[in-house]
């Protein structure tokens, strides 16, 4: 794909927003590489009294396990694909009309499914109860919430990312054809959001722990990889005077 001249230079109306957007991509960047560390030295565990146990015996892991670092990167989500809807709306409104309902949408349902203050709760509660069939309930309820999240690494589809992924290819290709930003940027979106999308794909084919590290691994350092390039062009066209 040739590229095209930028005549739509970014407006520098928005050079607030670009700033601000900036910093939000370098935070998902970081939380990015937290959570990986995080969940590689404290892996999440699969059943419910487990889940229960481990938010008794280490809250704040237990709130990190159960994706609630995603929370704030879930919200830097939103600033960042508006700062790009902003800026590549003139290369291709439509395309980018789509990310952004897309972004949030999966924004949406995140927050929607995404309860790790409840499961706290309910652990909380189990704690505290000393009758066995308010355990049982409350046990019932915790599979609930956990079934609720249905997040990746409980084998569930995580439907908030995946829209988020469909969002971050269609940006990635529209970045091809705006001056704004390097081609190196979009072409590592383009590999990032691939390999997130991939990893549904392998889901439904296989669950072998060796595959899941080839295609997880590499999509979460080139995710991060991507948001630091975004960010930093982002903090150097709110700094511009164009």
């Not at 990190?64 to 790009?84: R, S, T």
């Not at 997130?196 to 060796?210: E, F, G, I, K, N």
Request: hydrophobic share 60%; charged share 10%; glycine share 8%.
């Amino acid at each position: 794909m040739s590229q095209v001249p930028d005549t739509q230079s970014p407006d520098p109306t928005y050079r607030g927003l670009y700033r601000l957007a900036g910093v939000a991509a370098w935070v998902v960047a970081g939380l990015t590489l937290l959570e990986v560390v995080l969940f590689v030295v404290f892996p999440p565990p699969a059943a419910v009294r487990e889940w229960f146990d481990l938010f008794q015996e280490a809250p704040l892991i237990g709130l990190v396990d159960f994706w609630g670092l995603e929370i704030p990167m879930y919200l830097m989500f939103a600033l960042v694909f508006l700062a790009l809807y902003v800026i590549l709306r003139k290369v291709d409104a439509g395309g980018m009309v789509i990310a952004l309902t897309l972004v949030m949408l999966g924004i949406a349902i995140f927050f929607a499914t995404n309860n790790p203050f409840t499961m706290l709760s309910l652990s909380n509660q189990f704690a505290a109860a000393t009758d066995e069939a308010r355990r049982s309930a409350l046990l019932a309820a915790g599979e609930m919430v956990l079934a609720n999240t249905s997040q990746r690494a409980v084998g569930g589809f995580n439907i908030g990312l995946f829209l988020v992924s469909i969002a971050g290819l269609v940006v990635s290709w529209v970045m091809l054809r705006a001056g704004s930003f390097r081609r190196s940027t979009a072409y590592v979106g383009i590999l990032a959001f691939s390999f997130s999308l991939a990893d549904y794909l392998r889901q439904a084919l296989t669950s072998a722990p060796l595959i899941a590290l080839l295609v997880i691994l590499p999509g979460a350092l080139l995710l991060l990889v991507w948001f630091v390039m975004v960010g930093r062009k982002l903090w150097q066209l709110g700094r511009s005077e164009v």
